[in-house]
């Protein structure tokens, strides 16, 4: 497989349900994100991973939780969500540094998120 | 800090019609600017890119010209399909060491046969 995977492509999770969401990439990129995208708001930057190391957090609530385990992995674990939390949820990746401007992000398909 | 504004929409125009979507940025230095195509239910793909004023991308008959004076990066297609209907987003890359794109709002066309 090539290009960036996010599984699943949908999930309908309870408030009190713990889930994991997954990205793989095959593109050799040492860059990892995850966006977050509601409804009629700009996207929204949740996390960064340069080289398996989380280099930005912009100030995203403790009921997501990020892991990187490699460069080709990304997770996004979720816990006790909100209602508002239902959004789709981007994955990237990036080559850093000439790469990223030249050639910009590769984004899968997303996870639809909806908490009840 | 970096910024991208992009007209709201929706955008609504009959198949056939011309399409601009306007795209202005403040940045320092000079940034590499892109485009992404979202379809519904999808992630974003990577509609175009101009690394370097005066730059023109292009890619499946959109168009868009790095104007460095009038810091913009306007999308154009001459003659929309009903396939175009989508959410474009206008980007930014700065090129400095650990700063990442910058996204504008995004703007929703319809195309209507």
């Known amino acids: 497989e090539t290009g960036v995977t996010q599984t699943p492509r949908h999930l309908v999770m309870g408030m009190t349900n713990k889930k994991s969401l997954k990205c793989e990439q095959h593109l050799g990129h040492n860059a990892m994100y995850w966006y977050k995208q509601s409804a009629k708001k700009p996207l929204e930057l949740m996390f960064v991973y340069s080289l398996e190391e989380r280099v930005e957090n912009n100030s995203v609530p403790s009921r997501f939780s990020p892991e990187c385990p490699n460069s080709s992995h990304l997770f996004l674990h979720l816990h006790t969500l909100q209602p508002e939390d239902s959004a789709l949820y981007l994955c990237?990746?990036?080559?850093?540094?000439?790469?990223?401007?030249?050639?910009?992000?590769?984004f899968g398909s997303g996870t639809r998120l909806t908490v009840v | 800090g970096n910024s991208v504004t992009q007209m709201e929409g929706p955008v609504t125009l009959s198949e056939e019609a011309f399409l601009t979507i306007n795209c202005t940025y403040t940045a320092t230095g000079y940034p590499s600017l892109f485009w992404y195509v979202q379809y519904p239910g999808e992630g974003l793909q990577l509609l175009l890119k101009a690394t370097k004023a005066d730059d023109k991308g292009s890619n499946k008959g959109f168009e868009a010209t790095y104007r460095k004076e009038t810091t913009s990066f306007h999308l154009e297609k001459g003659s929309v399909q009903v396939s175009d209907s989508a959410v474009y987003f206008c980007?930014?890359?700065?090129?400095?060491?650990?700063?990442?794109?910058?996204f504008g709002g995004g703007t929703r066309v319809l195309v209507k046969p």
């Open positions: 980007a930014l890359d700065p090129k400095a060491a650990g700063n990442k794109l910058t």
């Open positions: 990237a990746s990036s080559q850093e540094g000439a790469g990223a401007r030249n050639y910009g992000y590769t």
